[in-house]
C-alpha cells in the first residue's frame, strides 16, 4: 500500500538553529499538508500545498516556516530559527483532491533544546 | 469558527465489548466530509472510517461504524468486539468543502480509548 514517507523520525536541535523535514508524499496525490501536535494536544494545520504554490497556511505558520517542493517527489517543510515552543511532532500529509481522506507520515518528532 | 469538540477524554472498555466516542462539530458550511483517525503509541495517524455529509448511509469498516446525525451535527464511532490493538487515541475531524479552512483537516482533541483484556 502507498504510504508517505518522513524523515527523519526524530530531531533534535539547538535553539535558533534551522531545521528541515523531509516528506515524500504518494506519487498520484495532489495536495500536501503539514500538520504539528505539541505533546499532549491536538492536532494543528499548518499549511496546505497544491499546484506548487502555498493554497492555505495558519496563524502558526509564521516567517519563521516556509514550504518547498524542490523536485517531483520530495516536499520540506523548514524552520528557519528554531523555537523551545516549536518542540512537537510534525506530521506530513498528502491526498489526491479535496476532501479526500489524507494519508499521513509517521511523524518526525521535532525536539528543540 | 469551525470546531470539533470530543467530550471524553478518556474511556475503557473489556475485550470483546463495544464503545462509542462522541464527536460533535460546529460548522455553517453544508458540505463536508467527517474522519475518525486513530493514533495508537507509535504516534501514527491512521485513518479509520470516513463520511459524506451529504450521504445519509453511514459509513461502515469491518468492526468500525459511525452514527452520523447531520442535523445534530453529531459524528460517533461505534467500535465492536474491542481488540486490544485498538488501543489508542482517537481523533474525530473533518474537511469543510467550502468557505474558508476548505480542504483542510480540522481535529478535535481526541479520545484516549484503552482496551483492556
Known amino acids: 500500500e502507498p504510504e508517505v514517507t518522513q524523515t527523519p523520525s526524530h530531531q533534535v536541535t539547538q535553539m535558533g538553529q534551522e531545521v528541515i523535514l523531509r516528506c515524500v508524499p504518494i506519487?498520484?496525490?495532489?495536495?500536501f499538508y503539514w500538520y504539528r501536535q505539541i505533546l499532549g494536544q491536538k492536532v494543528e494545520f499548518l499549511v496546505s500545498?497544491?499546484?506548487?504554490?502555498?493554497?492555505?497556511k495558519s496563524e502558526i505558520f509564521d516567517d519563521q516556516f516556509s514550504v518547498e517542493r524542490p523536485d517531483g517527489s520530495n516536499f520540506t517543510l523548514k524552520i528557519r530559527s528554531t523555537k523551545l515552543e516549536d518542540s512537537a511532532m510534525y506530521f506530513c500529509?498528502?491526498?489526491?483532491?479535496?476532501?479526500?481522506?489524507?494519508?499521513f507520515g509517521s511523524g518526525t518528532r521535532l525536539t528543540v533544546v | 469558527a469551525q470546531t470539533v469538540t470530543q467530550s471524553q477524554p478518556e474511556m475503557s472498555v473489556q475485550e470483546a465489548e463495544t464503545v462509542t466516542l462522541s464527536c460533535t462539530y460546529d460548522?455553517?458550511?453544508?458540505?463536508?466530509?467527517l474522519f475518525w483517525y486513530k493514533q495508537p503509541p507509535s504516534r501514527q495517524m491512521i485513518l479509520v472510517i470516513r463520511?459524506?455529509?451529504?450521504?445519509?448511509q453511514n459509513a461502515t469498516e469491518n468492526r468500525f461504524s459511525v452514527n452520523f446525525q447531520k442535523a445534530a451535527k453529531s459524528f460517533s464511532l461505534k467500535i465492536s468486539d474491542s481488540q486490544l490493538g485498538d488501543t489508542a487515541m482517537y481523533f474525530c475531524?473533518?474537511?469543510?468543502?467550502?468557505?474558508?479552512?476548505?480542504?483542510?483537516?480540522?481535529f478535535g482533541k481526541g479520545t484516549k480509548l484503552s482496551v483492556k483484556p
Open positions: 500529509a498528502s491526498s489526491r483532491f479535496q476532501g479526500d481522506g489524507y494519508t
Open positions: 463520511q459524506e455529509a451529504y450521504k445519509q
Open positions: 460548522t455553517s458550511e453544508n458540505n463536508y466530509y
Open positions: 500545498f497544491y499546484n506548487n504554490e502555498i493554497s492555505e
Open positions: 506519487s498520484n496525490h495532489l495536495y
Open positions: 475531524a473533518f474537511i469543510p468543502l467550502e468557505g474558508g479552512s476548505q480542504g483542510n483537516l480540522i
